[in-house]
């Protein structure tokens, strides 16, 4: 049963075997794993339960209704766009779909650093290939990449940079390129129509527009707390509070520490919040004489991966296709006025490649702010503004390679690229001090790390946290560091192991 909010009249009290908190990939593939092991759950969502009637193909609509903060969520500082789904499904309901396997040297790294077993690529292929049957995770026929993916494809093979098609959960896609507006057709196979609804059929709850506020208890039971929403008004409706043994977070990087901090529990190693990541992301777009027309086709379908972990030190940096809508596109785009008219006057023929960095010494933090939300900061390290320049600098050869007649970076102060022999003058020359670069991330991960050492990480490698029994957190906050691929298939495969050890082991957790 999937319930909104607006259907909820009174204040709600509930019991249950386990309450979770978020529908995305931590949230949605351990309610399915808990409830066909016959667990009574109860699934919280605080945005709303969408379906492809509700979808308009309009930036308008999804921007508004589906992400949070209505895609205006941030740093404290304006100068990272940190954009997250905010539905039943979470992000995978307006994510582009790329499904990708933990590099092994992220998992080794794991284990050198952090001490943790069972999460090596032997141990996680099982899950990773279940996953992958489950959503249909295929790669893409040489036919069906638009202009804008065959861009990286074709760009990165002339300057003999490894490139391929990345997998990506879809079944009966008509190439639309609605994918982060909300699949207007059910092609995407999003957590909300796969994992939650398999949760349902095995006799799960889900509530929407409901926001847990608070965990109360350290015992055998636990009180989830908050409000049910009218998501509309943007006001509260009335209350609510659950009771159950076991609780499962899973709401997020960004929004799972701040739960747990105002929550008073879950910190006794001061990483609570810390350690965040962000895959820092900017764009390059080029300009050229065909129709590229860069909203249409598979949003991301390719990625040139010659620059992950080249050097051997866990960093690097690699490229992807981005649908630039045009809302998106407007506000992205550096200038004003008539420069700016013009530029968007060219929409058709731009192409767009982002570049996302795995951070190795960038520090990231979530906190409360006085209002009880997440507070945002994020620092840059030096080794990781190097690699996002030479990101750059990659990005903008493929795209020459490809055939622009120029590129233009995200910088504030225009910066204007005419030729491949221009490029590394002119990214050297230009800004990349705070706010003078248009940054953005889709992948939030690791404020509430995993590891062995207690006084070093907030949960276990089974996810459950080492200060709270029977309280765990599954979502991207359990990473001990950057991962280096989109995050999807890694939240999933960590989600379905985590869960099936819980419900093997339900008893000894939730007594």
């Known amino acids: 049963m999937i319930v909104r909010g607006k259907d909820i009249t009174g204040p709600l009290r509930e019991s249950a075997d386990v309450c979770i908190i978020g529908s995305g990939c931590g949230g949605g593939a351990s309610a399915k794993i808990l409830a066909e092991a016959g667990k009574k759950v109860i699934l919280l969502e605080e945005g709303g ?4 009637r509700d979808f308009d193909g309009t930036e ?4 508004q209704t589906m992400y949070q903060r209505r895609a205006g969520q941030s740093t404290e500082d304006l100068s990272v766009t940190v954009l997250q789904g905010r539905c039943v499904g979470g992000s995978t309901t307006v994510n582009w779909m790329t499904s990708l ?9 794991w284990r050198h650093r952090f001490g943790i077993e069972g999460l090596s690529a032997k141990d996680l292929d099982p899950y990773f290939e279940r996953v992958e049957r489950y959503l249909n995770v295929k790669a893409e026929p040489d036919e069906n ?6 861009i990286i494809l074709d760009g990165a093979r002339a300057l003999g940079y490894s490139t391929k098609a990345n997998g990506r959960n879809a079944r009966g896609c008509v190439r639309s390129g609605a994918c982060g507006l909300g699949c207007p057709f059910d092609a995407k196979l999003s957590v909300a129509l796969t994992y939650v609804p398999d949760a349902v059929k095995s006799g799960a709850t889900v509530y929407a527009d409901c926001r847990a506020e608070k965990i109360e208890g350290s015992g055998k039971t636990k009180r989830v707390a908050g409000y049910v929403l009218d ?6 409706k009335t209350d609510f509070v659950i009771e159950a043994p076991v609780v499962i977070v899973s709401a997020s990087a960004i929004h799972s520490p701040v739960l747990l901090l105002k929550s008073g529990v879950c910190n006794s190693s001061r990483q609570l919040g810390k350690n965040l990541t962000f895959h820092l992301t900017t764009a390059v777009a080029g300009r050229f004489e065909r129709i590229i027309y860069p909203s249409g086709g598979i949003p991301q379908s390719a990625m040139c991966d010659e620059f992950l972990n080249k050097n051997g030190d866990n960093g690097g940096f690699w490229v992807e296709a981005v649908p630039v809508y045009p809302a998106l596109a407007a506000l992205a785009f550096p200038g004003f006025g008539r420069a700016h008219r013009e530029r968007m006057r060219e929409f058709p023929h731009t192409g767009a490649s982002i570049t996302l960095v795995k951070e190795i010494d960038s520090v990231g933090r979530v906190t409360v702010n006085d209002h009880g939300r997440a507070s945002i900061s994020y620092d840059p390290g030096p080794k990781d503004i190097e690699y996002l320049k030479q990101g750059v600098a990659a990005a903008a050869r493929i795209h020459f390679a490809a055939g622009a007649k120029e590129v233009m970076t995200l910088h504030a102060r225009p910066t204007i690229i005419r030729s491949e022999g221009e490029i590394e003058r002119k990214i050297r020359a230009a800004s990349w001090e705070r706010n003078s670069l248009a940054l953005f991330s889709a992948h939030p991960l690791g404020t509430c790390r995993m590891g062995n050492d207690p006084q070093n990480s907030v949960v276990d490698p089974h996810c459950q946290t080492h200060d709270v029994p029977g309280l765990f957190v599954i979502d991207g906050s359990v990473t001990p560091t950057s991962l280096g691929v989109n995050p999807q298939i890694t939240l999933l495969g960590i989600a379905e192991k985590s869960a099936e050890w819980l419900a093997e082991n339900f008893a000894a957790v939730a007594r």
């Open 49 to 52: 339960y969408f379906t492809s």
């Open 231 to 236: 998501n509309e008004r943007r006001t509260t």
């Open 145 to 150: 990449h638009n202009p804008n993916n065959r």
């Open 101 to 109: 396997r933990t590099p092994e040297f992220t998992l080794d790294d």
């Open 60 to 63: 308008g609509f999804a921007y």
